[in-house]
Each structure stands twice: as C-alpha cells, then as structure tokens.
C-alpha cells in the first residue's frame, strides 16, 4: 500500500469562495451569514433560512462563459472547487490522463426554478393542470434544450472530467452524505493500492433550491433549527512517492480512510457553522482536515457520522487520519 | 484474491419479466418496442419507447411498513411503499422485483451486513403537477402543500429501490447508489465485482434500474435529439449499427445480479452462472453529449478490462455492443471495437440488444450483462433482428436475424455513458 497525500484543494463553501478563504474563516471561529428564503413567505415554511455564499466570477475561475449554460449551480460550484485544487496539483501537467481517476458524490437533483418554470407554466392547462399535450406543443419548445444537463445526476462530475482532462477509473455516487465517504474511501484506495496515480475526488451539492428544500424538511433531514447551505470541495490524492518524485508540495498526509458502521446519531460537524450541505459535507469536511495542519479533530472535534439512507437504520462514521505537512 | 461469480440473475425488461421469458425473446430476435401508452405522447415528436408490458410482481413483504423515526426519509419511503411506490416511479417496483428473482436463483432469503448494495439509476422521476399551484410553478403554494401532514414526498429520491430492497430483503453492510448515467449498471456491477474479488464483502447484489417513459425524461431527450422520431417504424425504430438508423428508443426495467467468491459458491453446492472476470472503467472529458470521435474513451475501457481479466483481446468470442442506434455513438463504437481487437473483430459475433430492449439508460449495462450472462449459459448468442444493411463505419461481424449457436470462453459487454463514462465488464463462461 502507497502513503497516500493530498497536494490539491477546492473549496467552495458558505464560509469563503476559495479553500483557504474557508480554511481561514473556519479557523477564526466564523459562522456562515443567513438570508430568509423568500420563496416560503406566508407558508408554514417562512423563516426559513439558507446559507449565503460569497460572490465569486465563475467564468473568471472556469476560464470562459462558453461551459456555463451547461452547468447547473452545484456544477458551477463542483468545478470551481475541482479547479483550484487540480490547479494547485498541476495534474494536468503531471499525470498522463488516463492514469487519474475521478472519485465523485452529487446530491439531490436540483434544477434551478428558472431552467424549469418557462416549461411547466407552458405546460398548465385552463385548469391550472399540468398537460402532456401542452408540454409537447408549447413547453418543449420553451424550454432550454440543455435542461437535461443540469438535471442528470452524472453531469457535474463529468464537467469536472472534461474541464480537467481526467480519463481514468471513475465512480459517480448519489445523494446523500454516505455516498460522498463512500467515494472518499474509493478514491483513498484507489491510489493506496495504484489502481490510478492520482484521484481527484469531491462532491457538490444544492440543497437551498426551493425543490430540494422543501423535500428535505418534508423528509425531516432538515431540521427546524438547521439550514442548509450550497457548497463543494475537490482534493487530489497521490502517492507520497508520486509527489516526491515530482517535488510537489504536500498539503497532508492522509494516513487512513476509513468508514465503520456505528449506533450513534448522524453528525454533521460543519452544520451549525457552515450550513448543512448534505453530500459535500464529508468532502468540506476532509478537506478542512487536510488543511487544518493538524489532526481531524482541529476540524470537528469529532467525526463525520452519516446515516446511510438505503440502508434503514445503518450508520456509518467517516473516520480519517490526516496529518498536516507543515 | 477471490475469483467472482454470478449466482443469481433476474431482469424485468419491455421484452419480457423475468428471466425465462427475457431470454426467449432474445433469442427469437422479439422486439419491446411499440407506441407509448405511459402517458398522452400526442404533441410529442418521439411516441415510441419500450415500455415494459407485464405486471412486475412486486413481492409483499412485512418490513415494508416499519418507520424508522430516526432516519426521518424513512416515513417517507414507508408512505411511498404503501401506497404502491411503483405507481408513482415504475422503476423502484422494476428493481424490486428484479432483486426478488435474482436472490431467489442465488438462494439468498435476506440480505446481512456483509453484503453489497449497489444499484445504478440516472434521473428522479418527477410529477409535474406537484409543481404547480395556481396554473404556475409558485413554490409558496408547493411548499404550503408540501407540509401538510400526509402529503406526498415532492421528490423520489434515487437511492428509493435501494432503501425499499433494504426493507424488504434485509439491509445490507453497504448501499451505493451511483449515478453514471448509461454506464450506471454495468459499473455498478463492476464496482461490486472488484469488491467481492478483494473480499471486502462475502455477496454483492447489485445492478440498475430506470424509467424515463414519461413527459420529462422523453421530452428532455426528445430535445437533445438523441430519439429516434421514426414512429412508423414501430417494433424496428431502433437499428443500432444499421445504415438507416435515426436514433435510440427509451425502454425500462431493471436487471440484478448477485456475485459471491466462486468457490465459497460451489463449496455450498450453488450452481454458478458465469465468472465475472474483468471491469474497465474511464472518461472521454470530451463532451457532455457526444462520444469522443476517435472512440478513445471506449477502447481504452476495454482495453482495461482486458487486462484486469488477464485475458488477450483474441480470446473474446462475443461482444454485446452498447449500440444506442445514433449515428455518431455506433461508428465511433465500432470503430474502438475493431481498434482494440484488430486482429479478430471480423470473427466476433456483435449483438446489440437495445434495438430489441429500447435503450435502458442506467438499468441498459445490467440487462446488457444479463444478455452476456445468457448467453454463455443457453450458448446462443441474440439476434440483431433489424440490422438490414450495416452502415458506414459500423463494420463489425454483426450477428443476423437470427441466434447462433456459441461456445466461446470470454464474452464482452460495453456501456458508454452520457456525459463521457465508458464501462466494459467481461464475463467467462462457468459450466456447473
């Protein structure tokens, strides 16, 4: 078995709009600003707050406006985190690319009210039904031919393949915060056992569109008290001997991934600070370890417990040993 | 290191449920094919899609209607099994009944905790009228309908079959859910295959599941031009590798099977179908809709799973093509197959199921499979029934109309995903 470290990290978080924008206002205490979600006014729902983000100039980090009407935000913000940790890595100059292998989670699927309301307004009979009929002669033609990218639960990860040239083994696992460790653990072993040089591994989520909301207070997977929170968080994972050989500075050493089932209650450790950002909490949450220069618990003071929802009752605890380079 | 084995197959398809009554119309070259009855399709420019005709069993069982409080999803999931989950998202009831037969070949009565779960699946079926309130999408009005006590969930989310196998099976040691669009099945499958080869789990049952027969998956396709509007074709609209081809067909179902270390298999006396022996898994990073022109992506797939079965190309005596019927797909996959088996694609029998199935998008690679599976066990290999005249760049040994006899060791199943994923599993043939 390869040592394994990281040598790239994204983020995009409620906390900063860079990794070590985030990395900072997490080490200073900082909590992530609210806004109302006005979309709930008058309903059983008002109040109900969600995590701002910072701004930031997508087509400025992308490199050009020519991807964005493919992506929806979680894509945005799934290769804005991708970016700049695979920046930092410089894997596209290192790595042959089908040796780099891509290791992904998605959340729930989140087209934004705007890609869909042009489609289902056409579509409304006199009725205020909806209508097949109408959605063949008035909604189609309305609609964004491109809606399909936004919607397909694959698509941001293979935005992410495409924008940075990644060719090799793959896994796209959806949508919860489980999944999201479970390709943490893939892409660990991957380059533990040389399966792939290097793994660039992360998940983006959305769960503050009024669609996603909605469902997951209807659900009770979001607590009153809670509030969720738009969010990503890439890292590139290669060997110790790899980023030696090419003098790549090492931002951790990732001794272990490690998912074991447990009895306690779901934790999410970023939650009452970040917001909750379902599954890329793990990802925030591996990332900060590997970038708070220390061990796991300079991040959470715990572990990341994530209820495995398919399977009743199971819950898994994400546990890693990352040692900062510093 | 394990060597894997299939114990038990099920499949719940347009051209037959179950695996007697799949593999009969495979062989007899029978098509799924026919006019959409799902839903009004009138206004549409696409009315055709393989729409699984035979009720599912869905089989009945107690843990259905357990709530578990802690997991607030569950309520949900409980309310939706019900009430018939497969009414309002046919493919979670296509899986059920697809994991009941399988499990039931392998033997297994529950799943424990050192088992694998893991099932592909594309796109949340979603109702349209749950968007609407007021002849509009206000989601004041969704959200103060939403909350009301006993109000169904606005979403299905894609791990439902999973969570409701788990209830009705037994919960796993594990459940993943992946999502890589028409490679989903198969690398579901090839995922939990590297998992029982390395012995982090006793038994896999795993595959995929979908339905996009209705308005929004068709529609949503219709205008990426990826369906075929050739309604009067009917039964032949898809001819995947065929001069005249005009594009692929939605079809439905699911398939499952179930992988345990072949020789803990024999040694408790199961029969073993077939070897899996090989998965090869990569990108295109080329584009969201198209395959690499140069077919890269999908050769170097095969070329993985080749080597991770150890096995040379030559030894590969059929292949089972991802053959979506679109024009750019079938040429550069044809063009990667001659590529990788230079010196034998002219002797490979290549059958393309979709043109019989419709295209499954995420369940496609496990029914494909399932097909391989079959047909190293009834040792024919299915017919390409509406394969007229092989088009330009499609040159492969394409099986004819009808089924040939087949003896051959290794067989190739391919699954190329929308958005650039490519998955190739190989299979060995396993008497007794």
């Known amino acids: ?326 | 290191m394990n060597r894997v084995g299939i114990t038990g197959f099920g499949v719940v398809s347009p051209i037959g449920v179950a695996r007697e009554a799949f593999w009969q119309s495979l062989a007899d070259g029978r098509g799924g094919i026919g006019p959409i009855t799902r839903f009004d399709c009138s206004a549409f420019s696409v009315r055709l899609a393989g729409e699984v005709k035979q009720r599912a069993e869905v089989p009945a069982g107690d843990r259905v209607d357990a709530i578990d409080a802690i997991d607030g999803i569950d309520a949900i999931s409980a309310t939706a099994a019900t009430a018939g989950v497969a009414a309002d998202d046919p493919k979670v009831g296509f899986a059920l009944a697809a994991c009941a037969e399988a499990l039931g070949q392998a033997g297994i009565a529950s799943l424990t905790r050192d088992t694998l779960l893991h099932l592909g699946v594309s796109l949340e079926a979603f109702d349209m009228q749950k968007a609407i309130c007021g002849g509009r999408p206000d989601f004041r009005s969704i959200a103060e309908r939403s909350m009301r006590p006993g109000a169904p969930p606005l979403q299905i989310p894609l791990d439902t079959a999973s969570r409701l196998i788990a209830r009705r099976f037994g919960v796993p040691g594990r459940s993943l859910t992946n999502c890589s669009a028409c490679a989903a099945g198969a690398q579901a499958i090839g995922h939990a295959f590297r998992c029982v080869r390395a012995g982090r789990c006793a038994a896999a049952v795993c595959g995929g599941l979908d339905s996009m027969i209705n308005p929004l998956g068709v529609g949503g396709f219709q205008m990426l031009g990826a369906l075929t509007t050739d309604n009067a074709r009917g039964e032949s609209a898809c001819r995947p590798f065929d001069a005249s081809r005009s594009g692929t067909v939605l079809g439905e179902g699911a398939a499952v099977v179930v992988l345990e270390p072949l020789d803990a298999a024999r040694a408790a006396g199961k029969r073993v179908l077939a070897e899996v022996c090989g998965y090869g898994s990569t990108l295109d990073a080329w584009s969201l809709s198209a395959p690499d022109p140069e077919g890269d992506g999908a050769a170097r797939a095969m070329l993985a799973a080749l080597d991770d079965a150890g096995i040379r190309a030559e030894q590969i005596a059929h292949i089972n093509a991802h053959g979506t019927a679109t024009r750019v797909n079938d040429e550069v996959e044809a063009a990667a197959i001659r590529r990788v088996f230079a010196r034998t694609w002219q002797r490979i029998p290549v059958s393309s199921t979709k043109s019989m199935t419709g295209h499954l998008i995420a369940a496609a690679g496990a029914v494909e499979v399932g097909a391989c599976l079959l047909a190293l066990v009834m040792k024919q290999v299915p017919p390409n029934p509406f394969l007229n005249s092989v088009g330009q760049g499609c040159e492969l040994a394409h099986v004819g109309h009808a089924a040939v006899p087949f003896d051959g060791e290794y067989v190739m199943s391919n699954s190329f995903g929308f958005g650039g994923q490519n998955v190739s599993l190989v299979l060995r043939r396993c008497d007794g």
Request: aromatic residues 6%.
């Open chain 1, 1 to 326: 078995m390869a040592d394994v470290v990281a040598t790239g990290i994204g983020l995009v978080t409620s906390l900063g709009a860079t990794a070590d924008e985030t990395a900072a206002a997490w080490r200073a205490g900082g909590c992530a600003l609210r806004r109302p979600l006005g979309e709930f006014d008058g309903t059983a729902l008002a109040g109900s707050e969600t995590a701002v983000l910072p701004a930031f100039d997508a087509s400025a980090r992308l490199g050009g406006r020519r991807m964005l009407k493919f992506m929806s935000h979680a894509a945005v913000l799934g290769c804005m985190a991708a970016r700049e940790a695979c920046s930092q890595a410089a894997t596209r100059r290192r790595f042959e690319p089908g040796r780099v292998g891509l290791f992904c989670a998605t959340g729930l699927a989140a087209a934004g009210v705007q890609d869909v309301a042009p489609l289902i307004e056409q579509s409304t009979d006199e009725h205020g039904r909806f209508s097949c009929r109408l959605l063949g002669e008035r909604g189609l033609p309305a609609t964004n031919p491109l809606l399909s990218f936004k919607i397909l639960a694959n698509m941001p990860p293979c935005l992410v393949s495409i924008q940075e040239s990644i060719k090799g083994p793959n896994y796209i696992f959806t949508p919860w915060e489980s999944q999201s460790a479970a390709a943490l653990l893939e892409a660990w072993q991957a380059v533990a056992e040389g399966e792939v040089q290097c793994a660039v591994v992360g998940a983006a989520d959305s769960p503050s569109n009024p669609a996603a909301f909605v469902f997951l207070r209807q659900a009770g997977l979001l607590g009153a008290d809670e509030y969720p929170a738009d969010g990503a968080a890439y890292v590139v994972l290669e060997s110790a001997e790899s980023a030696a050989r090419s003098g790549q500075p090492v931002l951790a050493r990732v001794d272990s991934v490690d998912l074991r089932p447990v009895s306690s209650r779901p934790c999410d450790p970023l939650g009452n600070r970040m917001g909750r950002t379902f599954a890329a909490a793990p990802m925030i949450w591996f990332a900060l370890a590997c970038l708070g220069c220390g061990a796991t618990a300079a991040v959470a003071g715990s572990s990341f417990v994530c209820p495995d929802y398919a399977a009743p009752g199971s819950r898994w605890e994400l546990r890693i040993e990352a040692r900062g380079a510093a």
